[in-house]
């Protein structure tokens, strides 16, 4: 089914470990999105690429680094991860940046850092 | 970026209309009002979006009225699988938009 994939879906670290969350889509979107969403709250924007070879700061762009490999696939990673970075983490891509482009989501990956 | 307020959390039954009233009382003149729904364990999922007036697809009614300082989003005779959190953005272009909290909707039976 076409859309976004994100691996893995759940994922337990220690502090101190490094991980890289893996999003790829299949849309041909050009613009891709990294965010976080705590218990109760609503989602904040982490890092997006507007295009492949490009990548700019969210709101919340500090302990994570992100890399657009491609076209179809954008991946968020933490070099060392902390407690504070337990969260849902969802990719999601945009055909365009016009008003008119909704959003697609992937289904997240659940991170606990202990 | 336009800010929303929406209410935290509505209780409905089963066939009953909801209306959940969103406030943005800065919106700019060419800015747009989407709404998304999420269930739990997904990510939100695209469901109307509006500039003015009225628009309706086969999930749910936007109302938007002439001052656009607020739009309500209507679902008709809600069932259990419409419980889910519901968000309010205003879309300007560009690659920022805000996700607020949203509005938590219990349908009970």
């Known amino acids: 089914n076409a859309g976004v994939t994100q691996t893995p879906k759940f994922q337990v670290l220690k502090t101190g470990q490094s991980m890289t969350l893996q999003c790829a889509q299949d849309?041909?979107?050009?613009?891709m999105y990294w965010y976080r969403q705590d218990p109760g709250m609503g989602l904040r924007l982490i890092y997006y690429s507007a295009s492949e070879g490009t990548t700019d700061k969210g709101e919340v762009p500090n302990g994570y680094n992100v890399s657009r490999l491609n076209k179809r696939e954008f991946s968020l990673r933490l070099e060392s991860a902390a407690p504070s970075q337990t969260s849902v983490y969802f990719c999601?891509?945009?055909?365009?940046?016009?008003?008119?482009?909704?959003?697609?989501f992937g289904s997240g990956t659940r991170l606990t850092v202990v | 970026l336009a800010k929303t307020t929406q209410p935290i959390s509505m209780d409905s039954y089963e066939g009953q209309e909801v209306n959940i009233t969103c406030s943005h009382n800065?919106?700019?003149?060419?800015?747009?009002i989407t709404w998304y729904q999420q269930f739990p364990s997904q990510g939100p999922r695209f469901i109307i979006q509006?500039?003015?007036t009225k628009v309706t697809n086969e999930v749910a009614s936007l109302f938007i009225p002439a001052d656009r300082k607020s739009s309500t989003l209507s679902l008709p005779r809600v069932s259990l699988s419409d419980t889910a959190v519901y968000y309010c953005?205003?879309?300007?272009?560009?690659?920022?938009?805000?996700f607020g909290a949203g509005t938590r909707l219990f349908v009970k039976a």
């Open positions: 509006g500039y003015k």
């Open positions: 849309m041909n979107h050009n613009s």
């Open positions: 999601a891509s945009r055909e365009g940046v016009n008003r008119d482009y909704g959003y697609t």
């Open positions: 953005l205003v879309v300007t272009g560009g690659f920022k938009t805000i």
């Open positions: 800065n919106i700019a003149t060419n800015d747009y």
